[in-house]
């Protein structure tokens, strides 16, 4: 009797904490970046509502375990009449209630750190006010992309259609949207510019994201591949994978093993007070990009001055008016690949 309350008991009391844990993620997800989360890649929110319904289930079935499990231990009810169990019924019924536990609490314990996890540090101005439509560049959300593409008309009001395309990676747990205010003169200088939405707001999950960007613009001639941070330790292990990839840029980011092919342009942007991609790592990780890369370290510039996200732990506020440098130094990759129309 008492292994038999005491398995109750703890499984009951075990999934009230995971329950309540799995309750609590979620709304705090939807407190402070449920924008980010609605407009991020669909696996962040699927997961954070599956997190949230198994967290009421869990924390419901635990209160009701521990009022009328004891009850429902003692008897069987199976049968038109409710019979007393048997203590070797009762001993099975406790090896099949941890059987049954354990793996769903590990599992649930997985999701509910995961969603914890994705939950990026949010966009915010000038970055929000960049997502918008209007003369020069047209905003196209797309589910697991958005797009920035130049809208150029010549003389006589024609179209002209971008023929090189710039796909990004964000870094890691980092609103994509976050990206916006620094990608958006690239599409105003008339390439066409995918930011990707990452699962779990790590780009190292899903490497091969790119290539769904490419297969849908087969009108594209010319395509660059880059990130920021961990984002860009993914663009980098994409290049070796697509024979498209004319080019690559690294933004506060190194490979994290030596790029096979060498027929592509490079270029690595680091910050001297970038206390996370420290120039003495982008110095030692020189062997793993090709021997014509070209380097530009950035005189102040600290880890976020790619994005606006307010900001990480370690760094000084970011220098804004690097931004310029960094899109010209990118802007003349593009025009080494292919100059815009």
């Known amino acids: 009797m008492a292994v038999r309350i005491k398995s109750r008991v703890i499984v009951a009391c075990a999934w009230l904490v995971l329950g309540a844990a799995m309750i609590i993620i979620p709304t705090l997800v939807a407190l402070n970046a449920l924008r980010a989360t609605l407009a991020g890649h669909p696996v962040n929110l699927i997961l954070t509502v599956i997190c949230l319904v198994i967290g009421v289930i869990g924390f419901a079935w635990g209160i009701g375990s521990l009022i009328l499990g004891e009850r429902y231990d003692q008897f069987d009810r199976s049968e038109r009449r409710p019979r007393?169990?048997?203590?070797?019924?009762?001993?099975?019924?406790?090896?099949?209630?941890?059987?049954?536990?354990?793996?769903a609490m590990i599992i649930s314990l997985?999701?509910?750190?995961?969603?914890?996890?994705?939950?990026?540090?949010?966009?915010?101005?000038?970055a929000l006010g960049e997502l918008r439509s209007d003369e020069t560049v047209r905003v196209v959300d797309r589910l697991t992309w958005y797009e920035?593409?130049?809208?150029?008309?010549?003389?006589?009001?024609?179209?002209?259609e971008p023929t090189?395309?710039?796909?990004?990676?964000?870094?890691?747990r980092v609103d994509p949207q976050a990206y916006a205010a620094m990608l958006r003169p690239l599409a105003e200088a008339g390439y066409l510019v995918a930011v990707l939405k990452v699962p779990l707001s790590l780009a190292m999950i899903d490497i091969d994201h790119a290539r769904s960007v490419i297969n849908v613009h087969p009108e594209i001639d010319a395509w660059s591949v880059a990130g920021h941070s961990l984002g860009g330790v993914a663009a980098a292990a994409y290049v070796d994978t697509d024979e498209r990839v004319d080019g690559l840029v690294l933004y506060a980011?190194?490979?994290s093993a030596k790029i096979r092919r060498d027929d592509f342009q490079a270029l690595s942007l680091f910050g001297s007070a970038d206390e996370q991609t420290t120039p003495a790592r982008?110095?030692?990780?020189?062997?793993?990009?090709?021997?014509?890369?070209?380097?530009?370290?950035?005189?102040g510039a600290t880890h976020d001055v790619y994005g606006d996200y307010g900001g990480e732990t370690g760094d000084a506020a970011a220098d804004r008016n690097l931004?310029?440098?960094?899109?010209?130094?990118?802007?003349?990759l593009l025009k080494a690949i292919k100059p815009a129309p």
């Open 164 to 172: 090189t395309g710039f796909v990004f990676y964000p870094g890691g």
């Open 148 to 160: 920035l593409v130049p809208d150029r008309r010549d003389r006589y009001d024609n179209v002209i």
């Open 282 to 299: 982008v110095d030692a990780a020189k062997d793993l990009l090709p021997p014509k890369t070209r380097y530009v370290a950035l005189d």
């Open 84 to 103: 007393q169990r048997t203590p070797e019924e009762i001993q099975r019924q406790v090896k099949r209630r941890i059987a049954l536990a354990v793996p």
């Open 110 to 126: 997985v999701l509910v750190v995961a969603v914890g996890y994705a939950s990026p540090r949010v966009a915010v101005e000038p």
């Open 323 to 332: 931004r310029g440098a960094i899109i010209k130094e990118t802007v003349e």
């Open 253 to 255: 980011s190194y490979p």
